[in-house]
């Protein structure tokens, strides 16, 4: 069965700072993976995926994830964090024996702090 | 605002009573799900529609569940004979079709629900 794990329920970074959100994955087969942002009181907002290609995926607000194929791990970056990144995070994979379903990770919460 | 909406925004009901929250997806997505969220856990898929056919349930989706999607553009999730294990989040997303599930998910701000 397909699978991601979180291992840190909590990610705290000062401002300006380079972040990492780790995320590991269990597939068979060849994995779509993504990553998703909530913040409080709302739902969740898409920042990026892997389908195929260039390991380094770019996505929105600055962050990037790493797709490490040998490691089975799908790590989320940005260079410089903002207080403003303050958030759950959320690392998916699609259940490939689904029409469409997406397999969420159990969320970590980044803090910044000033 | 054109993205996913849903409404209530939030619900607090009495044990045993019927709720019915409604979805409206991004304009043009045929594609239509809802996940649940409890606290502390990432979303847990239940139930996906292609325009009004149901295509796919989920176990957690018990008898007391049901959804629809009749005209392929809104949707409703009705919990009958509520029960406190019901208090969650729920999150409505869309999308558009894509090959072999390469699609992206969009998310609304979901329906908090209290059962009391």
């Known amino acids: 069965a397909q699978s991601v794990a979180q291992p840190e329920d909590q990610v705290n970074v000062a401002e300006g700072n380079p972040l990492t959100v780790k995320c590991t994955y269990s597939v068979s087969g060849n994995p779509y993976l993504f990553w998703y942002v909530q913040y409080p009181n709302r739902g969740l907002q898409f920042l990026l995926k892997y389908i195929t290609g260039d390991n380094l995926v770019k996505g929105s607000y600055g962050f990037e994830a790493e797709f490490n194929k040998s490691q089975t791990s799908f790590h989320l970056k940005k260079p410089s964090a903002l207080v403003s990144d303050s958030a759950l995070y959320f690392c998916?994979?699609?259940?490939?024996?689904?029409?469409?379903?997406?397999?969420f990770g159990s969320g970590t919460r980044l803090s910044i702090r000033p | 605002d054109t993205g996913v909406s849903q409404d209530p925004r939030h619900k607090i009901t009495k044990r045993g009573q019927n709720v019915t929250f409604r979805c409206d997806p991004i304009s043009e997505h045929n594609r239509l799900y809802w996940y649940r969220q409890t606290l502390g856990q990432g979303p847990e898929f239940l139930t996906y529609f292609q325009n009004e056919a149901q295509l796919e349930k989920s176990r957690l989706l018990s008898d007391r569940f049901s959804a629809e999607r009749p005209k392929g553009s809104f949707s409703t999730l009705e919990i009958q004979r509520t029960e406190q294990g019901d208090s969650a989040m729920y999150l409505c997303?869309?999308?558009?079709?894509?090959?072999?599930?390469?699609?992206?998910?969009?998310f609304g701000p979901g329906t908090r629900l209290l059962v009391l």
């Open positions: 997303a869309s999308s558009l079709p894509s090959t072999r599930g390469r699609e992206t998910q969009y």
């Open positions: 998916a994979v699609r259940d490939i024996g689904s029409a469409s379903k997406i397999i």
